[in-house]
C-alpha cells in the first residue's frame, strides 16, 4: 500500500530578541461624562487612580469588584486587590469602568511555539498572537507585514515577526514558517523513449486510498506509450491529496523524400539520392526497389550518406522505382517514401532518311515541365538537341550531327540539397556504329566473369580463332588480344567499357564495368 500525500508547514520558533518592561509610575484615570463603558489596562507595578466624571455633583457612588462600595468620595485608588469592572454612579452620570491590572509584559504568543501540520496542497496558515493575560485583549500588535490585527493569514512560506505591546512592556517574537511534502506524489523527471516501448508511471507514494490519472485509469501505476502530458491525483487515507504531471515524448521515426534518381555517367548505373536534412533521430536510410508488386530493400547507408548506387541496375534497358525509409536511433523504420522512377531513353536511326527517333519512359515522383534531348561529342561537351513539353515522350532528330557520340534526354529540378538546380538524367545512349544495346548476341555465344571486375577478366568461349578488344564507350580500343580468354584490366581506368569478340568477320559485343 502507498501512503498518503502529506504538505507540512512546519514552524520554527525563536524566544524574543528582547522584551521591555514597564517602570513603577502614578497613573490617573479621568473618567468621561458619558454613560458609555470604559476600558483601562495598567501594569501590576502603577498606582492607578480614578477620577469621577467632571460633571458628576451629587450622590456620588462607587462599586467595586471587590470590598465595600464607597460614597462620596471624588476619586479611588485601584490595586491588585480590586482590579475588575466597577460601577460609578451619580445624579449626573452612570456607567461601568473595567480596570485591570496586568501582571507582566507580553508573552510568546501560542502560535508561534507549535508546530502545526497540514495536509492540502494550498498554503493557508493562520497566526493568532494574542496574550491571554487577564484582562483579555490588553495588548497592541504589530506585524512584519504591516498589518496591526491580532491575527494574520500567512500564504507563503517565510520568517514573520510580530511585535506585542501591552501596559507592562513590549515583546518581540519570530516565527520561520516553511512548506514541506515529505511525501508527495512523483512522477520523476520527463521522459523520452523509443517507439514500440512503453514507460511505467509510478507517482512512489504509499497509503494512498484513491488514484485519478489523466487518462481515466484509477490504477497505482499505469504504461505509456505515446507522446503526452500525464498527471495523477492522490487522497490518502487520511483524505490529504497531492498531483504531479510529467512530459513523455515518444520518439517516432520520420521519413524522408527521395530528391530524384538518375543515370550515373561513371558506373552506368541508377544513382538514388535524398536530402542531406534528415530528422534528428535518423541513423541510416535503406533503399527499396520495385520487384513485381512489392518494394524489396537492395541496400542501407549511414545517415551521412545522401545517395545510393543500384550496381544491379541495367538503366540502358529498363525504367526502376526506388523508395527509401528512415531507420532511427531506436532501430526503428519510417514509413516509406513516395516512389520514383527513372527514365529509360532508347533510339532507332533509319540511314535513308537520315533520322534519328528518340523515344523514353516518363519520370515519376517529380514535377517535369520540359524534356532537353542532349547530345555529347567526343571531347564530351553537351548540347542541348530539343526541348519537348512534358507529356511528349518521343523526339525525330533529323539530319543528326555526326559529332555526337552519345544522347541523354533529362529535365531540371531543384537540388534538395543545394539552391542550384539540377538536371536529371537518363541512360545514355550511344551512337549506333558503336552499341546499339545493352547486350548483342550475335552468332558467336561468349559470356564473361565476373562483372563487374578489377584485376582479371575470364572470356567463356567455345571458338579456338578470334579476337576479343575491349573498348571505350567512346570506340577507343585499349586492349587487344588474339585467342586470349583471360584479359589482365588491372591498369585500366574504373568505368564502362566494351567487350567485342570477332570470329570469322562476325562480331558480338557486351558491356563490362571495371571498378
Known sequence: MKTKILFFFLLIFSISSWISISYASVQHVYLNNTGTTEWHYFCSVDTVIVHKPSIAMNSIY???????????????????????????????????IYIFIISSPPVEPACMANDTSFCTSTFNLPLNAQNNLPGGHASTYLWSTGATTQTITVTTPGTYTVTITNACGVGVYDINVTQANPNAP?????????????????????????YQWSTGATTPTITVDTTGTYWVYLVDNNGCSGRDTVQVTTLVPIDAPICY??????????????TINLP????????????????????????????????????????????????????????????????TLLSVYDQPSNIYTFNWSF????????????????????????????????YNYISPNPAFVKYYIGFETPDCNAKTNVIVKSNWV????????????GIIPFSIFPNPASDQVTLQIDATDFQVQLLTTLGQVVLSEYNVKTLDVSSLSKGLYIIQVTVAGTVSKQKIIIN
Open 261 to 274: 534518381v538518375e543515370f550515373d555517367t561513371l558506373t552506368w548505373k541508377n544513382n538514388i539520392n535524398w
Open 62 to 96: 462607587w462599586d467595586p469588584p471587590i470590598g465595600p462600595n464607597i460614597s462620596g468620595q471624588d476619586s479611588v485608588i485601584v490595586t491588585s486587590t480590586n482590579t475588575g469592572i466597577w460601577h460609578f454612579y451619580s445624579d449626573e452620570v452612570d456607567k461601568y
Open 280 to 343: 534528428g533521430n535518423a541513423d541510416s536510410v535503406r533503399i527499396y526497389k520495385e520487384y513485381g508488386l512489392n518494394f524489396l530493400p537492395i541496400g542501407t547507408v549511414s545517415k551521412t550518406i545522401n545517395h545510393f548506387l543500384d550496381i544491379a541496375s541495367t538503366p540502358q534497358s529498363q525504367s526502376y522505382r526506388y523508395k527509401i525509409a528512415v531507420i532511427d536511433t531506436c532501430g526503428n523504420e519510417s514509413e516509406l517514401s513516395s516512389p520514383h522512377k527513372t527514365i
Open 430 to 441: 550511344i551512337k549506333d556504329s558503336l552499341l546499339t544495346s545493352v547486350h548483342e548476341v
Open 363 to 394: 519520370y515519376e515522383g517529380l514535377v517535369v515541365s520540359y524534356y532537353y534531348l542532349n547530345g555529347i561529342d567526343i571531347s564530351n561537351n553537351v548540347t542541348q538537341i530539343a526541348q519537348v513539353n512534358w507529356n511528349i515522350d518521343m
Open 186 to 210: 512523483h512522477l520523476g523527471a520527463d521522459q523520452v523513449f523509443c517507439w514500440g516501448s512503453g514507460s511505467v508511471l509510478d507517482p512512489l507514494s504509499t497509503n494512498v486510498a484513491s
